[in-house]
C-alpha cells in the first residue's frame, strides 16, 4: 500500500465510502432506469469485500462510480477522504491513476507493447522516471510468476498470464484499493483458482483493500465480507 499517502490521512479516514450514491440513466421511450437507488458502502484498511447479484443488478455500474470512471446522478464517492464523484476529468484520472488499480475480465491490456511496458504505463504516466518505473514492473511480474516473460507481448501469453500482467499493473502505483470487475469470469476452472490465489495473495503482501464484483461463489467466499446488489441497493449476505 502506498504508506505515504496512508500517513498524510486522518486516524477515521477510510480507503473507499459512498454516501446515498444514485445512478439513473434517463429513459429514451418510457420510464427512467434507476440503477442504483442510495448506496452506502464504507471499506477497511486491508479489507476485501465481494459484491454479488443478478446479471444487469448494476454491479459493474456501481464498481465504475467507486472507481471515478463515471459520475453518480447524486450522493458522493471518497477514496482516501478525496471526494471524487464532483471532480473534473483531470483530477479524476489523478486519484484514479494514484489510489486505485483496477483489473478487469478482459484485461484490457496494450496489445502492442510488452508485459513490462504495460506494467510500467501507469507509473510513466504518473510521472516516475523510466528507470524507477522499468525497477518496480519488473519486481512486480516476477512476484506474480512472469519474470522470465518480460519482453512477451499479450498475444504471446495465456488467459491466465494476461489477468497475471493485469493485476501487477494494478499495483505498480502502490495504491489504496483495488476494484476488479470479474477478474476471473473469462478463465476456466483451474486457471480460476490460480488468478484467485494470486490476488489474494498480492492484497496480502501489498497491504491493500479490495473489492470484488463477481458470480463466481468460490472467489466471493474467500471475502471478508460479501454484499448482494438487489434492487439498486447493497445488503449483507
Known amino acids: 500500500m502506498n504508506d505515504s499517502v496512508r500517513e498524510t490521512l486522518s486516524a477515521d479516514t477510510l480507503p473507499l465510502e459512498a454516501r446515498s450514491l444514485e445512478r ?9 432506469l434507476h440503477i442504483l437507488r442510495g448506496v452506502d458502502f ?3 484498511w486491508g479489507e476485501a469485500v465481494a459484491i454479488v447479484g443478478a446479471s444487469g443488478s448494476g454491479k459493474s455500474t456501481l464498481l465504475h462510480l ?3 470512471l463515471d459520475q453518480p446522478s447524486a450522493g458522493s464517492v471518497l477514496v482516501g477522504g478525496t471526494e471524487v464523484s464532483s471532480l473534473q476529468d483531470e483530477e479524476a484520472a489523478e486519484v484514479r491513476n494514484g489510489r486505485i488499480g483496477f483489473v478487469f475480465q478482459f484485461h484490457h491490456l496494450l496489445r502492442d507493447f510488452s508485459a513490462l511496458e504495460n506494467v510500467m504505463m501507469p507509473a510513466l504516466i ?5 528507470r524507477a518505473a522499468r525497477g518496480k514492473a519488473r ?4 512476484q506474480v510468476g512472469l519474470g522470465e516473460r ?3 507481448k499479450p ?3 495465456s488467459g491466465g498470464e494476461q489477468q497475471r500482467v493485469a493485476v501487477a499493473r494494478a499495483l505498480v502505483n502502490d495504491p489504496l484499493i483495488i476494484l476488479a470487475d470479474e477478474p476471473t469470469g473469462d478463465l476456466d476452472t483451474f486457471t480460476s483458482r490460480e488468478v484467485q490465489d494470486l490476488i489474494f495473495d498480492m492484497k496480502e503482501r501489498h497491504g491493500v483493500a479490495l473489492v470484488v464484483v463477481t458470480h463466481n461463489r468460490a472467489l466471493a467466499a474467500r471475502a471478508d ?10 445488503e449483507n449476505v
Not at 504518473?126 to 523510466?130: A, E, I, K, L, S
Not at 519486481?139 to 516476477?142: I, K, M, P, Q
Not at 465480507?225 to 447493497?234: I, S
Open 150 to 152: 518480460l519482453g512477451h
Open 66 to 68: 467507486l472507481g471515478a
Open 42 to 44: 464504507a471499506l477497511g
Open 126 to 130: 504518473r510521472g516516475d522516471g523510466p
Open 225 to 234: 465480507r460479501v454484499l448482494r446488489l438487489k434492487e439498486g441497493l447493497l
Open 139 to 142: 519486481e512486480l511480474l516476477g
Open 24 to 32: 439513473t440513466y434517463a429513459g429514451v421511450a418510457g420510464p427512467d
Open 155 to 157: 498475444r504471446e501469453l
